[in-house]
Structures are given as structure tokens and as C-alpha cells.
């Protein structure tokens, strides 16, 4: 930490700013790590490479479920059965593993349909039972 101590802040803050000013990613991050709700979610459920794939997944799926919903319907999908969509997926033995792949798979390829994608793995996999 020595170049904190030994550089001039006010020169530090202004290439900071700069930078925010400059770069959304940089303004996203810091906005993000400002917000104490997401910092003290961050330290409970992506403290290490495990827990930080594993919440990954649970964001990707609720998103995907809030956007077809959306799409669909033309309204937002109630929390409460988000979470209730999730909570079966993710206990069930058969599902939650081909949720995983499809996620996995949408990392690789964002243009895969998730929803498509999942089907694709659902029928595969029931139809070798």
C-alpha cells in the first residue's frame, strides 16, 4: 500500500475521476462497492471463486426468468416466484445440473436462448432415461 502513502492524493482523486468519468465499468464497479446493500451481500455470498460462480448462476437464472416473463407477458415477474422457481431448480437432482450447463453455455455463447438451450437439455436428458 505504499503508493497510497507516498503519492498525492489529489492527484490519485483525479485520475480516479478520470477514470469514473471515462470508463462505465469503472463508475458501475465503484457505484456498486459504495452501496453498502451490495457490499454486504458481496462478503456473505462471493467470498471466494466457489460461492462466486455458484451466485453467478442463481443471478443468471433470475434475470433469465425476469426478462422471458417480461417478454411474454409484457409484465414483471412477482419476486416471490422467482424465488420459488429457483428453489426448485436448484434442489431438484435432475434439473439443477442442466440449469448449470445451460448458464455455463450461455457464458461461451451469449447468443444462445436460454429457455432454448434448457429445453434442449431437459428433453436430451429425460430421453436417455
Not at 475521476?17 to 451481500?41: G, P, R, T, Y
Request: overall charge neutral; charged content about 30%.
Amino acid at each position: 500500500m505504499n503508493i497510497i502513502a507516498y503519492n498525492n492524493n489529489e492527484t490519485m482523486i483525479g485520475i480516479g475521476k478520470n477514470k469514473i468519468a471515462n470508463n462505465e465499468f469503472m463508475k458501475d464497479l465503484s457505484e456498486l462497492m459504495e452501496n453498502e446493500k451490495f457490499v454486504n451481500f458481496y462478503k456473505k455470498y462471493m467470498c471466494d471463486w466457489n460461492t462466486l460462480k455458484c451466485t453467478s448462476i442463481y443471478m443468471r437464472l433470475y434475470s433469465e426468468f425476469q426478462n422471458k416473463y417480461l417478454e411474454i407477458s409484457g409484465e414483471k415477474l412477482d419476486k416471490h416466484i422467482i424465488i420459488f422457481l429457483l428453489s426448485k431448480i436448484m434442489t431438484d437432482s435432475k434439473l439443477r445440473p442442466i440449469s448449470i450447463k445451460t448458464i455455463e453455455k450461455l457464458q461461451k455463447d451469449h447468443t444462445i436462448d436460454f429457455f432454448l438451450e434448457f429445453e434442449k437439455f431437459i428433453t436430451s436428458s429425460y430421453a436417455l432415461e
